[in-house]
């Protein structure tokens, strides 16, 4: 991996989780090489190992179901024994889901034989939350204790959604807008502590989770894509590598110590643009 610029991070300990992910799995390996060691969880623990392997020997793959408070401590206690302590949170765990995602972009009277809005069953709102804010309060819960007495760092992955929600995703946009909410909660709530806690809110990037949502089968871009690299000042997608510079900077206490309680958008300009 090319970074950006370099900070010393030798002798912190990270905790990712999500971290089997596209984006989390390049955050988790943007900081073991700036030195840090690096906690990958993920309930995917498969994924989170090919990452780990990538890594070296100062990442371990912790299998995390991060709903699970008890499976966090567990998690808590296997990274104390590899590493220490954590210093640094991401909160990268989360994602929609199909049965909260309706197939219709706007409600017309006539609307017959489509996923609407009044088709979609509470359940499947509840683990869009469940997955993006109760992860996120959880592990929280368990990974800030450490760093009450020594300080420490907390950095959450937020969404364009948060700042406007998008057609058809009425969960994940709520559920993301929470994440800043949280966030900003967070940072009030531990600043006496020496805790700082920002929130990275990625613009459109290709993941496994959007994949089938930006393109067809054969490939070819869909409607939805037109229309977000519409409403995109730089008219492209984001690459993961776009998103190591502010993280880097928000991890780095000497550059970014002053810094908590911020939503930092990084989409291409897509918060900016007003349509006109």
Known sequence: MKLPFNIDLAGKVAVVTGAGGVICSEFAQALAECGAKVALLDIDESAAKKVAE???ENAIAVKCDCLDKADIERARDRVHAAFGETDILINGAGGNNPRATTDNEYMT???TGVKDFFSLDGSGLKFVFDLNITSAFLVTQVFAADMVKRGGN???ISSMNAFTPLTKIPAYSAAKAGISNFTQWLAVHFAPCGIRCNAIAPGFFVTKQNKDLLFNADGTP????????AATPMRKFGEVSDLIGCLLWLADDDASGFVTGTVIPVDGGFSAYSGV
């Not at 869909?222 to 690299?229: E, N, S």
Request: glycine fraction near 12%.
């Open 54 to 56: 990538r890594i070296g």
């Open 154 to 156: 907390i950095i959450n």
């Open 222 to 229: 869909t409607p939805r894509t037109g229309k977000i690299l």
């Open 109 to 111: 009277p006539d609307t």
